[in-house]
């Protein structure tokens, strides 16, 4: 379990923490967990998502259990820079889907003394490190990698899946289009039939 920095220097100091994981996993579950938190503590908490993520909510960040918190939708990262800066906590959710400007945005705020926690996938369906995620997991003070569990083998999920037939990127979808899978079936079921 993630346990919140809790040094108190004279000076605030900011830091990034990333959520990552497969499709299923609890990344937006853990956010909000820790936004929650964060409000609980009395600070003032602002949470970001991609204005193209609107699965369950245009403007709320909805996990896959159906827990929810209002969110701001944004078409570039650099609107969180404008729109977070007077904040003591923000969130980010789908970071995958922003731009490269993310890692920047990120790293300012956290360098203004804020905390900046961050969910996305960490791969994409081919298996592949996801966008900006790899630059935002390696200038984070703290990962957490989440996994769901592989229907088919009952082991850690680390993959994600594609079952839809759509060969983008970038595909919004849910159990109908994505299943969580372990490293076996994702070898087994994805990279053999692409060879």
């Given at each position: ?7 108190n ?8 923490e990333?959520?990552?994981g ?24 602002e ?14 960040v ?59 996938l ?5 298996g ?57 079936v ?10």
């Amino acid at each position: 379990m993630f346990l919140e920095n809790t040094i108190n220097h004279a000076k605030q100091s900011g830091w990034m923490e990333v959520i990552c994981g497969s499709m299923f996993s609890g990344k937006t579950e853990e956010l909000i967990r820790r936004l929650r938190r964060a409000e609980m503590a009395g600070q003032k908490v602002e949470i970001f998502k991609p204005k193209v993520d609107t699965r369950y909510d245009e403007d709320e960040v909805v996990s896959h259990n159906h827990n929810k918190i209002m969110s701001t939708p944004v078409e570039s990262a650099m609107e969180i820079l404008l729109l977070g800066s007077t904040c003591d906590v923000i969130g980010i959710d789908e970071a995958q889907f922003f731009d490269e400007n993310i890692t920047e945005v990120a790293n300012q705020l956290a360098n203004n003394g804020i905390r900046v926690i961050i969910a996305g996938l960490d791969m994409d369906f081919l298996g592949r490190p996801f966008g900006p995620m790899p630059f935002l997991m390696a200038t984070a003070e703290y990962v957490t990698k989440v996994h769901a569990i592989c229907k088919k083998t009952g082991n850690l999920a680390n993959y994600s899946k594609r079952t839809s037939s759509g060969k983008d990127l970038v595909e919004l979808g849910e159990t109908d289009s994505y299943e969580a899978v372990s490293r076996r079936v994702f070898v087994d079921e994805v990279l053999n039939k692409e060879i």
